[in-house]
């Protein structure tokens, strides 16, 4: 036995031995178990360049999800593709009893609330409460003057806000990297 390379390997198993052993990955299984709730998926080119795809996925919500600020300011990945947004509403002509405008049949799922008609950035996602009664809605900001009357579209409703799950989300921080 050369003992120059049973000394090399010597720190080698002791580290390994204190490694924490990963579970083992039968074919067929969807991989290791996911650290974080969120995944970035990349393009890979037929020689092999990787891009990032500008866009996660949200594994709680199964769903791509981006980047906005919330009404408080904090940057959430908010879901884009099985939420729909629909602007700030109101039940009242003085914009202070919100409601949510979402399609019919839809209580209890999730719903994007956005600032304004015409503003589609996510500011809030909420749980769709119990039908409201009413033919109009109103946009804005709290007062008569800054409220705009809208007919409730065809095959939409006015809803109780529920749950505000918002704070669900996984909030992000914009960081430069040096690229490699």
Known sequence: MNLKHGLTLLPVVLLAACQPSLPTVAAGDAGPPQVHRLRVGVYVSGDGLRSPAFAFW???????????????????????????????????????????????????T?????????????????????????????????GPAGCEVHPVPSGYGLYTLGADVTSTLETLEFQWMDAP
């Open 110 to 142: 999730l719903q994007g609330v956005t600032l304004s008609l015409d503003n589609n950035y996510p500011l809030r996602l909420n749980r769709a409460g119990s039908p409201v009664a009413g033919t109009t809605y109103w946009t804005g900001t709290v």
């Open 58 to 108: 949200d594994t709680a919500l199964n769903d791509t999800c981006g980047s906005w600020a919330d009404e408080h300011g904090v940057h959430r990945c908010f879901p884009t593709s099985t939420v729909p947004y629909n602007p700030r509403s109101y039940l009242d002509d003085a914009c202070t009893q919100e409601v949510l405008l979402a399609q019919t049949g839809q209580e209890g």
